[in-house]
């Protein structure tokens, strides 16, 4: 029979646009926060990570932002290009080196 | 480049047989972590290990998954007798398990359809 996926929430931005893809993490407790991306046919990718003792952390293109009075979590990604068309996924790990619980995805669709 | 490795990619095989998978963590990290992923569950934990030490296997059925690290260069999930339900992705990630740094580097993972 016909199996029903996930509809995963999607994010339609025109190359050049910048981007923000929202997260929200359950634990209050949760210490550190990560963004991996995810290409069809591969693995997680490492983009950005922060610890909750910070609001804010930038890389190359890319920015995170960290609301814990809101328990909110945004990825930016500035000048959006093709290549950034993936899955994203926020991730929260409630204790210093362990593990690290995955939220639900965002697929970032890049029109050329 | 340090990767970590998954074997195999892909695997087809038949209700009640068993399955292994294999991953070989980065050279130096010593936790190693387990994932399904599914369209319905997303990526989902399975067990990890510190130190070749089994540290959280809670979300592994019991009854037909077992997770080994025979040593520090080969971390193996068994599925024994395998079921359609357990197609999925399932993938391995290892990382230095400092509390410094705890980023995961993941596998290209080993996709299984069980028929």
């Known amino acids: 029979g016909e199996s029903v996926g996930l509809h995963l929430p999607t994010l339609s931005v025109q190359e050049g646009d910048n981007s923000i893809i929202n997260c929200a993490y359950s634990?209050?407790?949760?210490?550190?926060f990560i963004w991996y991306k995810q290409e069809s046919g591969k693995g997680p990718q490492f983009i950005i990570d922060?610890?909750?003792?910070?609001d804010k952390r930038q890389g190359q293109r890319v920015t995170v932002l960290l609301n814990k009075t809101v328990k909110h979590l945004s990825l930016q990604i500035a000048a959006t290009q093709p290549g950034d068309s993936a899955v994203y996924f926020c991730?929260?790990?409630?204790?210093?080196?362990?593990?690290?619980?995955f939220g639900q995805g965002t697929e970032l669709s890049v029109k050329p | 480049d340090a990767r970590v490795t998954q074997t195999p990619r892909h695997k087809v095989t038949e209700m009640g047989q068993e399955v292994t998978m294999r991953c070989q963590p980065i050279?130096?990290?010593?936790?190693v972590f387990w994932y399904r992923q599914t369209m319905m569950q997303g990526l989902e934990l399975l067990a990890y290990?510190?130190?070749?030490?089994?540290?959280?296997d809670s979300g592994m059925p019991k009854d037909r998954f077992s997770a080994e690290m025979p040593d520090a260069t080969l971390a193996t999930l068994k599925i024994q007798p395998s079921e359609p339900r357990d197609s999925a992705v399932y993938f391995c990630?290892?990382?230095?398990?400092?509390?410094?740094?705890?980023?995961?580097?993941f596998g290209s993972g080993t996709q299984l359809s069980v028929l």
């Open positions: 990630a290892s990382g230095l398990g400092d509390s410094t740094n705890e980023k995961l580097f």
């Open positions: 634990n209050s407790a949760s210490d550190y």
């Open positions: 922060i610890r909750s003792n910070m």
């Open positions: 991730a929260e790990s409630p204790t210093a080196g362990g593990k690290l619980i």
């Open positions: 050279l130096g990290h010593n936790t």
């Open positions: 290990f510190r130190n070749r030490a089994p540290l959280d």
